[in-house]
């Protein structure tokens, strides 16, 4: 049985509409306080990060003010990457962490997503419990007027996020000589990402650094990849990098303006931590891997592991297995050596640090050929149109058409009223020939 309120990635929607208002987000708060209380533990902290979204200034208050009436203190961050969040939630000893985002979605919807005081997503059975609380009479979960939580804005959660993530690297470690065109999405990466990069030595060619409110993912950031292939080629870069609404997720290309998804990235950080002797056991992918990826690791006697879509899957399975790498071809990649949760700034700091000693990133980076993969995303009123009978009967043509010759994958997405079609196959025309079948039957 799915959740009623969390998807794949939190909670996220319209503002203003179903679970994206304030009314909401004061039950979320007060809930999940209960929750946590519930739970006994001496200190009851919250700390809450935003990305850069107008709707942020209305929703956080009242996700304050229930965390507030149900007795936890808080402290907020203002607009910090998502595992700075989870990072600082470990480091602080806070109780949860609560995310303020909807990633690369456009700046009309927002949501949360929730970090426990491990750092790490929460699990669907701990949602499944604030999800009760989220229904229950919010009258008994509120705190006696004494007991009341505290608010504390802190002003330095950037610079703590830039201190750990140095951490990671070794002193001497400088960029000095690489010149980087970097594409914030007008995001939550937009404070940290330049003054890091800057501060190693590199030269930076900021693109999608002025937020304001509207134009977060705007034509910008990872799901925008060619504003980086222009500007590499423009400024004679060495590389790109673009995160997207949240900086969990990296998309990069080469000094020839050649996109680098999640795969490559994760095919390149496989081989060098083998070498390396850094790699525990294997890698964890996605339903959405492209099947290059996976062949490049047989190839390298790197075991390979597919779960959900959704990098809360992916680190669950990561846990499981003991593998400390892991993500998703959109750029959800996930450090366990380093990181709980995505990180795309992270993980251009492990890419660069391959790259200093002067090699190219198209060398690098293009570790193996991918199978040609169309993926089409259908918008819809009712993701459980894919349950109708006609739909069933249309996947069902078109697998069969597809046979051996590749694969297909329907699914709703977890974020957005969409559902996604991917197909793999060596033919082109086959793959559009199966998609349309299906997107005949959902229109």
Same mark, same amino acid.
């Given at each position: 049985?799915?959740?009623?309120?969390?998807?794949t990635?939190?909670?996220?929607?319209?503002?203003?509409?179903?679970?994206?208002?304030g009314?909401?987000?004061?039950? @979320? *708060?007060?809930a999940?306080?209960?929750y946590?209380?519930?739970?006994? =533990?001496?200190?009851?902290?919250? %700390?809450? #990060? $935003?990305d850069?979204r107008?709707?942020?200034?209305?929703?956080?208050?009242?996700?304050?003010?229930?965390?507030?009436?149900?007795?936890?203190?808080?402290?907020?961050?203002?607009?910090?990457p998502?595992?700075?969040?989870?990072?600082?939630?470990?480091?602080?000893?806070?109780?949860?962490?609560?995310?303020?985002?909807?990633?690369?979605?456009?700046?009309?919807?927002?949501?949360?997503?929730? @970090? *426990?005081?491990?750092g790490?997503?929460?699990?669907?059975?701990?949602? =499944?419990?604030?999800?009760?609380? %989220?229904? #229950? $009479?919010s009258t008994?979960?509120?705190?006696n007027?004494?007991?009341?939580?505290?608010?504390?804005?802190?002003?330095?959660?950037?610079?703590?996020y830039?201190?750990?993530?140095r951490?990671?690297?070794?002193n001497?470690?400088?960029?000095?000589?690489?010149?980087?065109?970097?594409?914030?999405?007008?995001?939550a990466?937009?404070?940290?990402?330049?003054?890091?990069?800057?501060?190693?030595?590199?030269?930076?060619?900021s693109?999608?650094?002025?937020?304001?409110?509207?134009?977060?993912?705007d034509k910008?950031?990872?799901?925008?990849?060619?504003?980086?292939?222009?500007?590499?080629?423009?400024?004679?870069a060495?590389?790109?990098i673009?995160?997207?609404?949240?900086?969990?997720?990296?998309?990069?290309?080469?000094?020839?303006?050649?996109?680098?998804?999640?795969?490559?990235?994760?095919?390149?950080?496989?081989?060098?931590?083998?070498?390396?002797?850094?790699?525990?056991?294997?890698?964890?992918?996605?339903?959405?891997?492209?099947?290059?990826?996976?062949?490049?690791l047989?190839?390298?006697?790197i075991?390979?592991?597919?779960?959900?879509?959704?990098?809360?899957?992916?680190?669950?399975?990561?846990?499981?297995?003991?593998?400390?790498?892991?993500?998703?071809?959109?750029?959800?990649?996930?450090?366990?050596?380093?990181?709980?949760?995505?990180d795309?700034?992270?993980?251009?700091?492990?890419?660069?640090?391959?790259?200093?000693?002067?090699?190219?990133?198209?060398n690098?980076?293009?570790?193996?050929?991918?199978l040609?993969q169309?993926?089409?995303?259908?918008?819809?009123?009712?993701k459980?149109i894919?349950?109708?009978?006609?739909?069933?009967k249309?996947?069902?043509?078109?697998?069969k058409?597809?046979?051996?010759?590749?694969?297909l994958?329907?699914?709703k997405?977890g974020?957005?009223?969409?559902i996604?079609i991917?197909?793999?196959?060596?033919?082109?025309?086959?793959?559009?020939?199966?998609?349309n079948?299906?997107?005949?039957?959902?229109?």
């Open positions: 049985m799915s959740n009623k309120y969390f998807g990635d939190g909670i996220r929607g319209t503002v203003n509409e179903g679970n994206i208002t009314e909401k987000f004061f039950k @979320f *708060g007060l999940a306080a209960t946590f209380k519930n739970q006994k =533990k001496a200190k009851q902290i919250a %700390i809450i #990060a $935003k850069t107008l709707s942020g200034y209305t929703l956080e208050p009242a996700l304050v003010s229930g965390l507030a009436s149900g007795g936890m203190h808080i402290f907020t961050l203002g607009p910090l998502t595992n700075g969040l989870a990072m600082l939630t470990k480091l602080m000893k806070a109780n949860m962490g609560i995310m303020i985002t909807a990633s690369h979605n456009p700046y009309y919807d927002n949501g949360l997503k929730l @970090f *426990g005081p491990d790490m997503k929460l699990s669907d059975q701990i949602e =499944k419990k604030i999800e009760k609380l %989220i229904d #229950a $009479k008994k979960q509120l705190s007027p004494k007991l009341l939580g505290r608010v504390k804005r802190l002003e330095d959660g950037n610079d703590k830039i201190k750990i993530l951490k990671n690297f070794p001497n470690f400088r960029l000095k000589g690489t010149k980087i065109v970097l594409d914030c999405g007008n995001g990466g937009y404070i940290a990402a330049p003054k890091l990069l800057k501060s190693l030595g590199a030269k930076v060619v693109i999608g650094v002025k937020p304001n409110g509207f134009n977060i993912n910008c950031g990872s799901t925008y990849p060619s504003k980086i292939q222009s500007a590499v080629k423009k400024y004679k060495h590389v790109g673009s995160f997207d609404g949240d900086a969990d997720r990296i998309i990069m290309c080469d000094e020839n303006g050649k996109i680098i998804d999640g795969d490559q990235i994760i095919g390149m950080l496989a081989r060098r931590w083998k070498s390396k002797k850094i790699l525990k056991n294997g890698v964890v992918g996605t339903l959405m891997s492209n099947y290059g990826l996976e062949n490049f047989r190839k390298q006697k075991k390979f592991f597919r779960t959900k879509v959704g990098d809360r899957y992916v680190k669950e399975k990561m846990k499981n297995l003991n593998f400390n790498l892991g993500g998703e071809q959109s750029g959800h990649i996930i450090l366990g050596k380093f990181a709980t949760t995505g795309g700034l992270m993980v251009a700091l492990e890419v660069l640090f391959s790259l200093r000693k002067g090699k190219k990133a198209s690098l980076l293009n570790v193996f050929k991918p040609p169309i993926l089409e995303n259908v918008v819809v009123k009712n459980n894919i349950n109708t009978l006609k739909c069933k249309a996947i069902k043509k078109a697998n058409l597809m046979k051996e010759n590749g694969r994958l329907i699914r997405s974020t957005e009223p969409k996604r991917m197909g793999e196959s060596h033919n082109k025309n086959l793959i559009l020939k199966c998609i079948i299906i997107k005949r039957s959902i229109k």
